[in-house]
């Protein structure tokens, strides 16, 4: 007899992708893939990380491969899952990093948890190419993310390109000694062992870049030159009083704000409580008294208060401080106010007059700590240039970063939303200020995530 065997099935049509591209693969990028994998069930989606250098994870924040480069912030504060808060301890123990949550990590682990982080959920629908982002151009279906080898349609694009590199020192030639990125390594250790060295900044990419310098240099000496000639304020040992700060609604002028700190810090100290569990205590309302103030209190805050707020809020590792307590000791380090006034190319090296009327000195590098370049119209980036250049995005008021809603959705030239355009991290610093730490950002990633999930995912076919 024979068999008859039934026909076989027809193949089942191929399911539509819905494409997010997420431009730039440091801590913002990785911490919003990951948001997109958990919160979508569509076997369509499909996520793009684009990272130039194809390693995600690092970016300029984690991007470090000097294991003295720590973490500004307690171990115990950096998961990248707010409603997971132990998450960060939890792997450093499991991967031989200690457990202690008061401790601060190097830069560098932090970036191997975000990539271990990713790489636990991802799946088929992740993707990571390597090569940079020349433009996203807004399409009648979405955007085409032209790279430097091929163009692809996205639905979304989430904007994750972090900091610029600083902006630059003016004046200074294309010269052997002009260093105008801190994070070049290789040039840094480069240098003489017995080095004269001008840091310009005296923040923490400036205390990273001594450490690097000093450490590896003996007989190096550093100068470290800033308007203030203030380093950041350290971290001390934890204490176990937390103070709620409070400020009065009507205090939405930044003298007034500085002014109820003030206070705050006085009422504190009265019990026994230190300055820094009153900036701490701030950090929840941070965000809404940006928020609150008029755009003129804004500037006035930039223009007054800035450095005194970055200072405390901004703070060293108690070792870090220690080290450069050290290096001041030993004569290696001297900190002080000015500015470069002049600079004379001496070929090699260069003469550095620090103020007018100042005796100059000779220098074997001038290195820019200046902090990151906010001013998107002056961005080096090509991908920037491109959408400033068309209006797709624009400076905010204050050209802190890119004009953004308060729910990360790209604002362009015209002061139009642009539909399935959004920003993460360091870019929205001038609509919500407080935008650069780890805490801000995850939240950030998850906000942005759940509205492209929302406005992309499509119903799951009933079988």
Known sequence: MTSIQAPAPAPAPLTARTRVAVIGGGASGVLTAINLLVRSDDPGLEVVIHEASGIVGRGIAYGTNDRRHLLNVRARHMSAFPDAPSDLLDWALRTGRGSDPQAF?????????????????????????????????????????????????????????????????????????????????????????????????????????????????PERHVTMLSRSGVLPKPHVEQAHTAWVTKVPEDAVTADAVAAAVADECRAA????????????????????LWRRMPLDERRRFLDVHVRDWEIRRHRMAPEVALRLQRYRYDGRLTIRPGQLHEVA???????????????????????????????????????????????????????????????????????????????????????????????????????????????????????
């Open 269 to 288: 100290a009265e019990r026994g409580v230190g300055w820094r569990a009153v900036v701490d205590g701030l950090r929840p309302l941070t965000q809404e």
């Open 105 to 217: 990590l190097p830069r560098a682990d932090f970036a191997i948890y975000l990539q271990d982080r990713l790489a636990d959920v991802a799946d088929d629908r992740l993707r990571i190419r390597a090569g940079r982002v020349q433009d996203v151009i807004p399409t009648a279906t979405g955007f085409d993310v032209v790279t430097e080898r091929s163009t692809a349609p996205a639905d979304a694009v989430v904007l994750c390109h972090g900091n610029q590199p600083p902006r630059p020192l003016a004046g200074l030639p294309d010269a052997p000694w002009h260093i105008g990125n801190p994070w070049e390594l290789g040039r840094l250790r480069a240098l003489p062992a017995d080095a004269r060295v001008v840091v310009v900044g005296t923040g923490l990419t400036a205390v990273d870049t001594v450490i690097t310098l000093l450490e590896d240099g």
């Open 345 to 463: 190319d001496l070929g090699e090296r260069c003469a550095v007059t620090p103020a007018t009327g100042a005796e100059p000195f000779e220098a074997d590098a001038v290195v820019n700590c200046t902090g990151p370049l906010a001013d998107v119209r002056r961005s080096a980036d090509p991908l920037i240039q491109a959408l400033v250049a068309r209006g797709t995005v624009a400076p905010d008021p204050l050209a802190l970063g890119i004009d953004s809603t308060v729910d990360g959705r790209v604002v362009s030239a015209s002061g139009a939303v642009v539909d399935g355009l959004y920003v993460v991290g360091p870019p929205r610093k001038g609509t919500l200020w407080e935008s650069t730490a780890i805490p801000e950002i995850r939240a950030q990633a998850a906000q942005v995530a759940s509205a492209v999930v929302q406005r992309t995912s499509r119903p799951v076919a009933a079988n």
